[in-house]
């Protein structure tokens, strides 16, 4: 099954500069789906679109069938779309607790129960309830913000650059994060900067160039595409 379809997608920052330029992806249940490409592609600016903070010039967004591209991002959160960016994705001033509680916004009521699953999940949360979440490490603060989109009972995460400016031990441990929530079914959409070990874990993959998308298939075929590996991956 289907659970998000863009078609033709066409967006950007202003009328005169579209970064997209007929995208179109597609994620089923279950799968976890990366998209790669050169830097100013489209990627972060597909996801920001999905999400519902970037409004289509033209094309369509289906979730679970339905229609959503004219609805605001608030209503995407409604729908079971997750949003994690890649910076400002953790309010420094807060403590993990105040984090991960803020982000109950839809259902308040199952802000504890639900923080208390997510404890369990990652126990070095736990260890940090109380402290300010600007004091975590990298690797620390990009689970938080992982935990705080959870926060939502998400139907699809979408992860921009989550392993961006992480240690290799970290991005390692935060792609098996990854892992472990698809593994629970969890349907993840992500953009990486670190597109070889991406690859490598996802159902699919997309290669975006230009705002277009210009090639598509298994995540590992993907990789061990000669064409795509010289291109994108480094050789």
Do not use: W
């Not at 999905?50 to 010039?57: E, I, Q």
């Amino acid at each position: 099954m289907t659970i998000l379809c863009v078609e033709g997608a066409v967006a950007g920052y202003n009328r005169e500069e579209q970064i997209l330029k007929g995208a179109s992806i597609h994620v089923a249940a279950g799968e976890i789906v990366s998209i790669i490409g050169p830097n100013g592609a489209g990627k972060s600016t597909l996801l920001k679109a999905v999400a519902g903070l970037l409004t289509l010039g033209a094309g369509r967004i289906l979730f679970e069938g339905q229609a959503i591209e004219g609805t605001d991002a608030l209503g995407r959160a409604k729908a079971g779309i997750a949003f994690v960016p890649q910076e400002r994705n953790v309010f420094g001033t807060m403590t993990v607790a105040e984090n991960l509680s803020i982000s109950a916004f839809l259902d308040p009521s199952r802000a504890a129960e639900r923080s208390a699953a997510l404890y369990a999940r990652y126990p070095m949360l736990a260890g940090k309830k109380g402290a300010l979440a600007r004091t975590l490490s990298g690797g620390q603060r990009q689970i938080l913000a992982m935990a705080m989109g959870l926060m939502t009972a998400p139907k699809l995460l979408l992860l921009d650059e989550p392993t961006a400016g992480l240690a290799p031990g970290a991005a390692a441990d935060l792609m098996d994060a990854i892992l472990a929530l698809n593994a629970g079914g969890l349907p993840i959409l992500m953009v990486e900067q670190h597109a070889l070990e991406a690859l490598e874990i996802s159902h699919r993959g997309y290669v975006l160039v230009a705002g277009r998308d210009i090639a598509t298939g298994e995540g590992r075929a993907l990789a061990a595409d000669p064409d795509i590996r010289r291109l994108f991956l480094g050789g």
